[in-house]
């Protein structure tokens, strides 16, 4: 059910967002209702994020009807919410193609529309671009707006509250709108949360605000002067309720909260914000799931959906059953691996930066409440909170996904490394991801972490291999990385040849019936098992190398002199990666070998399905097989 099969009849005369400049308030009501229904029918025939965009409907339009996008600069945070705001520009043609290859992407992207003036993916970066561009408009002594949208959950980072007191510093021509909906993807936690809680409390201040501004308007001088007296109350009242807003403190001018689902009410105060100088906050209560009653009970549920959800919802049907047992995904295994070793070890705990459901925590939060810690949005925190816990000897686990341990990595070597620290990593979407394309890949963790003294690294290929990283990493005492894919678990491999008890040796799944005349196929992680059967057609040598720090040297070094070449492959950048550090340890000690490294290129690889993305870097099963043998047969015949 594509948007194209809802009756739109106010949305279809909208070519760009200065068409809304002509509708009456009454028109503008009736395409709140049909942006709603057509983004429920969208996301049901694409999947994608579905919560956050039902609740700002109202804000998308308002924004669009007030400013003069794209001379305006729109900036939003995430990007995630943005399905509307597409629709409304110049994409409501390919929306059909959402977060597929040659579609649209599912945050915003400067190469895709000049009504996307700063791209995102990752959280709390608006204010620092809205800010940039507000900078350079007064520079270049233009009258064009700056705006950041961000989310409450969001405004919990630090960068957020770096960019906002360099705002109020400077004293930037800056509309920050906060789009409180008391969520992140999880419920939001933290001191700042509790603030908000409290200005949303405080009806009494606002009416206090706002009373009589019309009346002071009028009387010239001696209105001025009692405005000043008026907001010399207002702020006193504020200190003595206990709602002085954090952001006046930093300089912002703070209005709200208003209802932002009321879009005279958006109308209304953005008009009237619209031309104000200097920075100011404007604080909008919005709902995440606004419009669908499940949404609305459930928004963590309905954070991001696969296709047909909206749809069995309207039917009543549930979803799917599978005709065969599925595999678990390797979040869930990692999940109930730590659950059973945080069973057996007090020690245990577990952090997670406001992703607790992404990272498959439910089950150790409801069984150890108590040690687990979601700090929100804070990946930098999160990573010196693990290492503050483990100087007490407690052993922190944190679990978070590769793009936004990007965030971290300072403190990953500053305050873990440095003092070598027992702090593990479960490192999830370690790779290539789909649909969430290169804002949320994770290509570069494993080519940073090999170059880090004192972290060791696992790149389990099965259950198997992870349940043994974990075992050892918890009982090591120094960090230790432990990355994996978003993609299913295979169970086991099978065994090692011959067979080994040693948790850090490298696992023979495959010797050639002619070494000599064949290849070794290195394997760093889950993507041996596309290389199983690949290795069998062709009578290769597969090596399952379960670490590639320590990278097992001796032992690779070994079972290469006895075969005619060497193939490495990665799900991870090949710049800097476990190829590359192979063979430049291969060529150091003075044994090179003809070599084919296969991995992730020095690109940025574009959305679409998984396959397709693996497809691109040359890491699906054909794809593999085809270079697999071509090189095979390059070193036959040289």
């Given amino acids: 059910?594509?948007?194209?099969?809802?009756?739109?009849?106010?949305?279809?005369?909208?070519?760009?967002?200065?068409?809304?400049?002509?509708?009456?308030?009454?028109?503008?009501?009736?395409?709140?209702?049909?942006?709603?229904?057509?983004?429920?029918?969208?996301?049901?025939?694409?999947?994608?994020?579905?919560?956050?965009?039902?609740?700002?409907?109202?804000?998308?339009?308002?924004?669009?009807?007030?400013?003069?996008?794209?001379?305006?600069?729109?900036?939003?945070?995430?990007?995630?919410?943005?399905?509307?705001?597409?629709?409304?520009?110049?994409?409501?043609?390919?929306?059909?193609?959402?977060?597929?290859?040659?579609?649209?992407?599912?945050?915003?992207?400067?190469?895709?529309?000049?009504?996307?003036?700063?791209?995102?993916?990752?959280?709390?970066?608006?204010?620092?671009?809205?800010?940039?561009?507000?900078?350079?408009?007064?520079?270049?002594?233009?009258?064009?707006?700056?705006?950041?949208i961000i989310g409450d959950g969001a405004m919990t980072a630090g960068?957020?509250?770096?960019?906002?007191?360099?705002?109020?510093?400077?004293?930037?021509?800056?509309?920050?709108?906060?789009?409180?909906?008391?969520?992140?993807?999880?419920?939001?936690?933290?001191?700042?949360?509790?603030?908000?809680?409290?200005?949303?409390?405080?009806?009494?201040?606002?009416?206090?605000?706002?009373?009589?501004?019309?009346?002071?308007?009028?009387?010239?001088?001696?209105?001025?002067?009692?405005?000043s007296t008026r907001a010399g109350l207002r702020d006193g009242m504020r200190h003595l309720m206990g709602a002085s807003s954090l952001f006046e403190e930093l300089g912002f001018r703070y209005y709200g909260p208003i209802d932002g689902h009321d879009l005279d009410a958006l109308l209304d105060t953005l008009g009237n914000l619209r031309d104000q100088p200097g920075p100011r906050l404007l604080h909008v209560v919005t709902q995440k799931g606004r419009g669908l009653a499940e949404a609305e009970r459930d928004p963590v549920r309905y954070h991001g959906v696969g296709q047909h959800t909206v749809s069995r919802l309207a039917s009543r049907e549930t979803a799917p059953v599978a005709s065969a047992p599925t595999r678990p995904t390797w979040t869930e295994a990692a999940a109930d691996i730590l659950c059973r070793k945080a069973e057996a070890d007090p020690r245990i705990v577990a952090i997670t930066p406001a992703m607790v459901e992404g990272s498959g925590l439910q089950a150790f939060q409801e069984r150890f409440p108590d040690r687990l810690h979601d700090v929100g949005i804070a990946e930098q925190h999160a990573v010196t909170l693990a290492g503050g816990l483990a100087t007490e000897g407690l052993r922190p686990v944190v679990a978070i996904y590769s793009t936004f341990l990007q965030r971290a990595w300072d403190q990953v070597i500053h305050d873990i490394a440095l003092q070598n620290l027992p702090v593990v990593?479960?490192?999830?979407?370690?790779?290539?991801?789909?649909?969430?394309?290169?804002?949320?890949?994770?290509?570069?963790?494993?080519?940073?972490?090999?170059?880090?003294?004192?972290?060791?690294?696992?790149?389990?290929?099965?259950?198997?291999?992870?349940?043994?990283?974990?075992?050892?990493?918890?009982?090591?005492?120094?960090?230790?990385?432990?990355?994996?894919?978003?993609?299913?678990?295979?169970?086991?491999?099978?065994?090692?040849?011959?067979?080994?008890?040693?948790?850090?040796?490298?696992?023979?799944?495959?010797?050639?019936?002619?070494?000599?005349?064949?290849?070794?196929?290195?394997?760093?992680?889950?993507?041996?098992?596309?290389?199983?059967?690949?290795?069998?057609?062709?009578?290769?040598?597969?090596?399952?190398?379960?670490?590639?720090?320590?990278?097992?040297?001796?032992?690779?070094?070994?079972?290469?002199?006895?075969?005619?070449?060497?193939?490495?492959v990665e799900e991870g950048s090949r710049a800097g990666g476990a190829g590359a550090e192979i063979l430049s340890r291969l060529l150091e000690s003075g044994r090179p070998r003809p070599a084919l490294r296969l991995g992730i290129d020095d690109r940025f690889i574009e959305h679409g399905s998984r396959e397709e993305c693996l497809a691109d870097t040359g890491l699906d099963f054909q794809s593999l097989a085809d270079s697999i043998a071509a090189f095979l047969d390059r070193i036959s015949d040289s």
Wanted: charge should be negative; include cysteine; hydrophobic fraction near 40%.
């Fill in 1 to 148: 059910m594509p948007l194209s099969s809802v009756h739109t009849p106010h949305l279809d005369l909208i070519d760009s967002p200065a068409d809304l400049k002509g509708l009456s308030r009454p028109a503008l009501h009736a395409l709140a209702e049909e942006l709603r229904a057509g983004l429920l029918a969208q996301v049901d025939a694409t999947g994608g994020h579905l919560s956050a965009n039902l609740g700002v409907v109202e804000l998308t339009l308002a924004l669009h009807r007030i400013f003069d996008a794209p001379e305006d600069r729109l900036v939003w945070d995430v990007g995630h919410q943005t399905y509307l705001h597409k629709m409304l520009t110049d994409r409501r043609g390919e929306i059909g193609r959402l977060r597929q290859r040659g579609g649209p992407a599912g945050f915003t992207r400067r190469a895709e529309s000049p009504y996307d003036p700063f791209g995102a993916g990752h959280s709390s970066t608006s204010i620092s671009a809205a800010l940039g561009i507000a900078i350079a408009a007064k520079q270049q002594e233009s009258a064009r707006h700056a705006v950041a």
């Fill in 159 to 227: 960068q957020a509250f770096e960019a906002l007191n360099h705002a109020g510093d400077c004293h930037a021509n800056l509309l920050v709108i906060l789009n409180d909906n008391e969520m992140s993807i999880s419920r939001n936690v933290g001191a700042l949360n509790q603030h908000l809680t409290r200005l949303r409390s405080m009806p009494l201040v606002e009416k206090l605000r706002h009373s009589g501004e019309s009346v002071l308007a009028q009387a010239g001088p001696l209105g001025d002067l009692l405005g």
């Fill in 425 to 568: 990593f479960l490192v999830d979407r370690a790779g290539l991801v789909g649909p969430d394309g290169p804002t949320h890949a994770g290509s570069f963790d494993m080519s940073l972490g090999l170059s880090i003294p004192n972290l060791r690294l696992a790149v389990p290929a099965d259950r198997r291999d992870l349940e043994a990283a974990m075992e050892a990493a918890l009982a090591h005492d120094g960090p230790t990385m432990i990355r994996f894919p978003r993609d299913r678990c295979p169970p086991d491999l099978g065994d090692p040849v011959p067979d080994s008890d040693d948790p850090w040796a490298p696992r023979l799944l495959r010797q050639s019936g002619h070494a000599a005349e064949r290849l070794l196929v290195v394997s760093a992680g889950p993507l041996a098992e596309a290389l199983q059967p690949i290795c069998e057609e062709l009578d290769l040598g597969l090596l399952d190398l379960r670490w590639v720090k320590p990278l097992p040297c001796e032992a690779i070094a070994t079972l290469a002199d006895l075969h005619a070449g060497l193939v490495t």
